[in-house]
């Protein structure tokens, strides 16, 4: 048996009563170190953890497979939910096993946000740019989602310098697009953990700097019809 288990935000409290079972009866865990640190307290002293990077993911994946394919009980570890930033580390997962997995999905860090920050997902389009590969396309999408009224959930691009994508990078691309400057903005760090807050406007949002572990809100400037008060209460 193999499965991709989505860890939640940060906190351990946040995986669900599912996949703390599953971790607990598993024969191997894996995933990359900050993610195994999660949920590092339910994993049993007898399975074997496979820890891995970026550079050695593939190599370790096929360990994780040799071992399911023996017969094992795995468990690959995912931060948030498997089906918000994580699809294409599933697809090397199941490049290696050579077939589809099961996965089970996790609680996202855009969840949490939207909780904190009172926003509804119906009237909000999430967008990630953790991924590999051309972001154009995406960036191209959120500009049309904010001129199309909606709130923005995303989640930055905090690899090397090369190819970051973090908050001031994507408020000043949005200025550059003709995103008006006064659109309120948030960015979130360490949702779940240690939180921090940042609240202004996209134009202020680009001379900020702020930690790998952001999210950010971009919040509409139209009036959403769950925001207008109905004629009679007025």
């Known amino acids: 048996m193999i499965i991709c288990i989505g860890a939640g935000p940060g906190d351990v409290g946040y995986l669900t009563q599912r996949g703390v079972d599953l971790i607990r009866n598993a024969d191997v865990v894996a995933g990359f170190e900050a993610v195994l640190n ?61 077939h589809p997995v099961e996965t089970l999905p996790g609680i996202s860090s855009a969840q949490i946000l939207a909780s904190r920050a009172k926003v509804c997902f119906d009237e909000t389009s999430f967008i990630t740019f953790h991924r590999r590969g051309d972001l154009t396309p995406f960036k191209r999408h959120l500009v049309h989602v904010l001129n199309d009224g909606r709130n923005a959930i995303v989640i930055p691009c905090p690899w090397d310098a090369a190819r970051s994508f973090m908050p001031p990078h994507i408020a000043t691309y949005l200025l550059e697009n003709g995103i008006p400057p006064e659109h309120p903005t948030e960015v979130w760090e360490n949702l779940t953990r240690n939180e921090a807050e940042w609240h202004g406007t996209l134009a202020e949002c680009a001379h900020k700097e702020f930690s790998d572990m952001s999210i950010m809100l971009i919040r509409t400037l139209r009036p959403m019809s769950s925001q207008i008060e109905p004629a009679e209460a007025k």
Do not use: N, W
């Open 38 to 98: 999660v949920v590092r307290s339910v994993v049993p002293a007898t399975a074997e953890v496979v820890t891995m990077g970026y550079r050695d993911q593939i190599e370790k994946l096929e360990q994780v497979a040799a071992a399911h394919h023996a017969g094992k009980r795995c468990v690959v570890v995912f931060m948030g939910d498997i089906h918000f930033s994580g699809f294409q580390y599933l697809e090397r997962v199941e490049r290696a096993c050579g």
